[in-house]
């Protein structure tokens, strides 16, 4: 059995499960997807912040909106793993409670609390995991440097979920990293200080390092941007290579690491402008397009052509290359119109180009490792 061995921290939105649907099946069975159910309406949620009073007070809305959602989302992962984390909706149990029985009845999905959330809520998720028989994953926000009274926060957590660390998953979510060293820090110290406090069934460690706005955008339209996040990862593991478990590795595609965090409803008015992205080995191309315009097309063109001309761009005829190599190519050597997308294509293209060279790219990394996945 192939072992997945990356974690892609996406939102639970039809962009990224149609790419997630859209990977070459050897891709898929490498990696385990860590889907954030996105909030249905309101404003832009805080990271690790419960609103009060909650936003979305409309139950049978929430419901008529999560429960297809749902169903779409355990499709796309058509009998795969990975987890999903309902902390935007699992506040309103009697809108949420439903849909994420189905979910866990219904799939090999498994369920995420955290340390930061309201006990009764991490009660509900443990006894969904174990009527599911799959199991948890504690999601633990490193916003901040830890300390022992962290640790102790979620020994105290592990032992209200009343579930053997054997069935509980530690995800370690370093958030948005815009430089290595602050971020390595935080890194390190919550390995050292979680990573060794039970004998947890599976660790990884994410971060993200896609910015949220393009630097310099009106003046530099394309650029490239580093992967702190894989630098991150290796770093850490430069720095605990005896380390007693396996640590894998996770980041957030190429959105940002507050995607999910945006309702799923937003206000109209939005920016007139999309991104066009690559993946390379330390980075990301990034070129900002215009979705409208009597001259959109050719300027999504030209810019697609900046990325396939690029010496990072793996050709369409190599082994390696993906959907988003081929459609990025028939953008940029097109005409009209038609096939040069828009601000959602954009995004999935990303996603599918970027899942599958990390994949691949820890495919043959040393360092990368499975999980035990039943």
């Known amino acids: ?35 954030t159910i996105v909030p249905r309406v309101g404003p832009e949620r805080t990271r690790g912040v419960r609103p009060v009073p909650e936003p979305d007070a409309d139950r049978i809305a929430l419901s008529r909106w999560l429960t297809p959602r749902v169903d779409r989302l355990m499709e796309a992962m058509d ?46 998720a443990a006894d969904l995991a174990f009527l599911s028989g799959r199991g948890l994953g504690v999601r633990v926000l490193i916003d901040d440097p830890p300390d022992e009274h962290d640790a102790r926060e979620l020994l105290n957590l592990v032992d209200r979920l009343a579930l053997p660390p054997s069935r509980i998953d ?9 430089d290595a060293t602050e971020s390595n820090k ?25 910015p949220r706005v393009p630097e310099n955008s009106e003046t530099q339209p394309a650029y490239i941007t580093q992967r702190h996040d894989r630098r991150l990862h290796q770093a850490v593991h430069a720095a605990r290579p005896d380390f007693p478990r396996a640590v894998m590795y996770g980041d957030y595609s190429v959105e940002h690491a507050f995607s999910a965090n945006i309702p799923s409803v937003r206000r109209p008015g939005g920016p007139p402008w999309g991104l066009l992205r690559y993946t390379t080995p330390d980075g990301f191309l990034v070129a900002r397009v215009p979705t409208g315009g009597a001259d959109r097309a050719s300027r999504v063109r030209a810019k697609a052509r900046w ?4 010496d990072s761009f793996r050709d369409i005829h190599r082994s390696d290359h993906s959907e988003g190599e081929r459609w990025l190519h028939a953008c940029a050597y097109g005409t009209g119109r038609d096939g040069s997308g828009n601000a959602e294509t954009w995004i999935k293209v990303g996603h599918i180009q970027h899942m599958t060279f990390v994949a691949n790219q820890l495919g043959t990394d040393d360092s990368s490792s499975g999980a035990p996945w039943e």
């Open 1 to 35: 059995m192939v072992e997945p061995i990356y974690v892609p921290v996406l939102p639970a939105r039809r962009d990224a499960w149609t790419a997630y649907e859209r990977l070459d099946v050897r891709v898929r069975r490498r990696i385990a997807p860590l889907w």
């Open 79 to 124: 009998g795969l793993t990975g987890w999903v984390d309902a902390v935007h909706v699992e506040g309103l149990l009697d809108a949420s409670a439903t849909s994420l029985w189905r979910l866990m009845t219904g799939s090999r999905i498994r369920l995420v609390t955290g340390p930061e959330r309201d006990p009764a809520l991490q009660r509900h």
């Open 170 to 178: 530690l995800i370690l979510d370093v958030g948005a990293v815009a």
């Open 186 to 210: 935080r890194a390190l110290g919550a390995l050292d200080l979680f990573g060794v406090l039970v004998p947890w069934r599976t660790v990884v460690l994410a971060s993200g390092a896609f």
């Open 307 to 310: 990325i396939t001309e690029s």
